[in-house]
């Protein structure tokens, strides 16, 4: 989709950097259920809650 960043443009990997993950940053978009896959808002593809990348952007 036009506008999301590619995976690897961002470094996405399936796995937390310690405690920063997807489903505590502010550019995530839940699923179905907490440990559904979601989307994310400036990633393209299906986003692990346990993922991140560099545009990890913490929830104050
Ligand atoms: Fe995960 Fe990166 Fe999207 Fe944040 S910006 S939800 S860390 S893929």
Known sequence: ?????S?????YQDHPSG???CS???HFVPGASPSADGTCKVVAG???PHG???AYTPIS
């Open 19 to 21: 405690k920063d993950m």
């Open 7 to 11: 995976k690897s443009s961002v470094s």
């Open 46 to 48: 299906k986003i692990s």
């Open 52 to 54: 991140y990348c560099f």
């Open 1 to 5: 989709a036009g506008g999301l960043q």
């Open 24 to 26: 505590n940053c502010a």
